[in-house]
């Protein structure tokens, strides 16, 4: 073990909390990290250890670990069991490693465990209790579960691009901020209590920014390809829903207040009764059991409860039906839009303009709300008048618009509104129009889409082309999920490639902003180069 020599960035003082069985996890209490890493490394649990190893079947190595182990709250202290309940966080993320395989251990586990004992940001570095490798990884304190989960993924992205390691042996649950870490055995542990602080690195701002633009930028075809290959073997397909279902009852019968704790328990063991056949053996019911044992006032009438529960759903079976290829790549895409939103949460910090009674949006716009080479994002009160103001800004303009909306509905309304043509009026109309309306579907679609057209346009010489043009995307929140979705054929690589060849400024409409339009606009400005701007108006309330 290393000693420590300046006390002032000493991380061996870092509190945790100390669960002694993760099926009574209100049992607990607080202790400093190197009591933890010096009972691992002086085996103080190395008897428990050992009988752990020597377990042949994962299904035993599962109930021991959850009874038997005790384990700690890394990345804080927490006034409960729910890890929304984080009193203060200990700037500390677990690294795990997982070598499952004979081949995959005698492959990476000296060559992981040599490279991330060299890591200016690992705390410690030692044997999981499978024989993977752990590390516990300074990575900065967070305000909550949110920048937890950005700054974890920075690591990982961090620990995968320095040392090669392979995506598919890093641990992803440990991102989760109450995430329990179990006691070890290897009295050849590594410690550096004055790792540095990887928040601090200039590293940090340019992982970040790669991840998000990766979620945006992977293909959405490939997505579907990789979705479609799955499921050669239908029941394994099912067995793989059955476990994730088993998953989620057990976790809500661990988060179930009390007061409900009886009903959720009997709820679920009865439903996961009826999907009885997709299980091996008792696994299902013993794996309910587990779930209620840390959440209950009686372990034995919990564990009845379950077992009449579960019973009673086995007499009436329930069949997994799997989902079709489009539903399982709209799932992908949802997955896409949840990952991307987890960067954006929502800022209530920025003003809010008043318009006046009896005024609207178009009179309180300046030429900074439409500036070039940036993205506006317009967000207003239903009623304020944005469809309106876009005949004020394209008078200011001069420039042609092209009006981009999700609904056929919007686009009908522009047109009767603002004057606008559409495809169905022909080209020859379009020199003459001011501004342009389609569908996002209809922008992006290969069969007749606005490039083609603008195309056509310029082989007439006509030279308003020349001064770039305005794309206007109304209900933004909308329009950017619609551009994701596996239905839309053009991805977002093509979007962007559209808006540098003919877009000089644009300007987003919506009254409700979302995560993933916020995420979706603060990508596009990067990759195009422009600036971003957000203005945020308010109708008075009437009368």
């Not at 061996?12 to 099926?23: E, M, P, R, Y």
């Not at 020597?54 to 190595?61: A, D, Q």
């Not at 490693?97 to 690992?122: A, G, V």
């Not at 509104?417 to 579907?441: C, E, Q, S």
Request: aromatic residues 10%.
């Amino acid at each position: 073990m290393n000693n420590h020599l300046d006390n002032s960035i000493y991380l061996g003082k870092k509190a945790v909390n100390l669960i002694f069985s993760l099926v009574e996890p209100e049992k607990k209490t607080t202790i400093a990290l190197e009591e933890f890493v010096d009972g691992i490394a002086n085996g103080k649990w190395r008897e428990e250890l050992e009988q752990y190893r020597s377990l042949k079947t994962e299904e035993e190595r599962k109930h021991f670990k959850t009874h038997m182990l005790p384990a700690i709250t890394l990345s804080g202290i927490f006034e409960t069991t729910r890890q929304d309940s984080l009193l203060k966080h200990s700037g500390l993320l677990q690294v795990d490693i997982d070598l499952k395989t004979p081949e995959d251990r005698e492959q990476f586990y000296e060559q992981y465990r040599h490279k991330l004992s060299d890591d200016p940001y690992m705390v410690a570095v030692f044997d999981s209790p499978s024989f993977g490798v752990k590390g516990i990884f300074h990575m900065g304190v967070c305000k909550d579960k949110d920048e937890h989960k950005q700054m974890g993924l920075a690591v990982l992205e961090y620990l995968k691009q320095t040392y090669g390691i392979e995506e598919r042996l890093l641990d992803t649950s440990t991102l989760d901020l109450g995430r329990k870490f179990s006691v070890s055995y290897d009295p050849k542990a590594y410690t550096n209590w004055q790792a540095e602080d990887f928040s601090q690195s200039d590293l940090v701002t340019e992982l970040l920014e790669n991840i998000k633009h990766a979620l945006f930028t992977s293909s959405r075809r490939q997505s579907q390809t990789n979705t479609e290959m799955e499921g050669f073997s239908s029941i394994k397909n099912k067995q793989r829903i059955a476990q994730k279902l088993l998953e989620r009852a057990c976790q809500k019968i661990r988060d179930s207040a009390k007061g409900q704790r009886f009903e959720t328990r009997r709820k679920q063991a009865y439903t996961m009764g009826g999907y009885h056949f997709y299980f091996d053996g008792n696994e299902a019911l013993q794996a309910l059991i587990n779930a209620t044992q840390g959440n209950c006032t009686s372990i034995e009438k919990a564990r009845r409860d379950v077992q009449s529960a579960y019973s009673a759903g086995q007499q009436y079976p329930l069949t997994i039906e799997e989902k079709t290829k489009e539903e399982k790549a709209i799932e992908v895409v949802k997955q896409q839009y949840h990952q991307i939103a987890d960067f954006y949460p929502y800022d209530a910090s920025i003003p809010r303009t008043q318009i006046p009674r009896g005024e609207y949006l178009s009179q309180l716009l300046q030429s900074e709300h439409y500036a070039p080479q940036s993205i506006t994002n317009l967000v207003a009160s239903t009623g304020s008048g944005k469809m309106i103001a876009l005949k004020e800004i394209q008078k200011c303009l001069g420039e042609r618009i092209i009006y981009v909306s999700p609904l056929v509905r919007l686009v009908e309304q522009a047109k009767k509104d603002l004057g606008a043509v559409g495809y169905m009026d022909g080209l020859r109309d379009i020199p003459t129009a001011k501004i342009f309306a389609t569908t996002i579907n209809s922008l992006c679609t290969t069969k007749q889409n606005i490039t083609q057209l603008l195309k056509l346009v310029r082989q007439q010489q006509l030279p308003y082309l020349d001064k770039g043009i305005c794309l206007v995307l109304d209900e933004v929140h909308q329009v950017a999920e619609k551009l994701f979705e596996p239905s839309c054929e053009t991805n977002y690589p093509e979007f962007i490639q559209f808006c540098r060849t003919y877009v000089s400024r644009i300007i987003t409409l919506t009254a409700t902003q979302s995560s993933f339009s916020r995420a979706f606009t603060e990508q596009l400005a990067k990759d195009l180069g422009f600036a971003e701007k957000k203005y945020f108006f308010k109708n008075l309330p009437k009368r």
